[in-house]
């Protein structure tokens, strides 16, 4: 009788941690990592950047882990707080088991967008004439800016600063301004123009513009003043 007393609860402990074993064999659990890895999937399917700009931070869920039976996982977004790409994104997202709803996760994480920016590497004037060696180019978060964001130093050559700007500034396309090719007061080339004809005769500007600028120049020859667009330096043009 000793022994069997002895024998039960070692067979019974037994039993137990082979059913344990079992129970966990047949179940898999997704932890913090492979729901960040959905919660990804789903914002990047239908993102307008590439992939590899694109960086998730601060992601978090509840709960934190979540244990489904063990088959061929998939998902389902049914909600989500706002459509805008980037920023805070918070969603809830239906996990399947072989098409068989299994559980529900709320995901929250911010959605940043990584690329290039150019920099200014000393202090420039207002109306100072940039120079490729005023800068450099750098990968950084873009998340926070607008589409004006200048992304090439071609961009930038040649123009004037319309501000003063600081070493380290990103350069923005509103910091920027074209250097003009006709002055107030110069002599320029009127060209107008026609399907099959054109002429030219010469004008004074009345006004300063750059190449693409509209601008009053005063015709030498009828003494009218008219508007025409800035082609090149000393030379303007009026579509007939």
């Known amino acids: ?123 420039l004037g207002r109306r100072d004439i940039i120079s490729n060696d005023d800068l450099s180019v750098a990968r950084r978060n873009i998340t926070m800016f607008s589409h004006e964001l200048v992304t090439s130093p071609k961009e930038a050559v040649g123009q004037i600063a319309r501000t003063t700007l600081g070493p380290g500034t990103v350069l923005l396309k509103q910091y920027l301004e074209k250097q003009p090719l006709v002055k107030r007061g110069d002599l320029v080339t009127i060209t107008a123009r026609t399907e099959s004809v054109q002429v030219s005769t010469k004008g004074e500007a009345r006004s300063e513009g750059a190449e693409g600028d509209f601008i009053q120049v005063k015709n030498l020859s009828s003494r009218q003043i008219i508007t025409a667009q800035v082609v090149d330096q000393g030379l303007v043009r009026v579509d007939l």
Not at 77 to 89: A, P, V
């Open 1 to 123: 009788m000793k022994i069997r007393r002895l024998i039960s609860p070692l067979v019974l402990c037994l039993l137990l941690l082979f059913f344990c074993q079992a129970a966990e064999a047949s179940n898999l659990t997704l932890d913090h990592q492979e729901l960040k890895a959905i919660f990804t999937d789903i914002q990047l399917k239908n993102s307008p950047w590439p992939a590899e700009d694109l960086e998730i931070t601060d992601f978090s869920s509840s709960p934190s882990r979540i244990t489904v039976p063990m088959g061929t996982i998939d998902y389902e977004l049914i909600n989500q707080n706002h459509d805008k790409y980037l920023g805070q994104k918070s969603i809830s997202v239906l996990i399947k088991v072989d098409g068989v709803p299994s559980s529900k996760v709320k995901m929250r994480g911010n959605l940043e967008l990584y690329g290039n920016v150019v920099l200014i590497n000393r202090r």
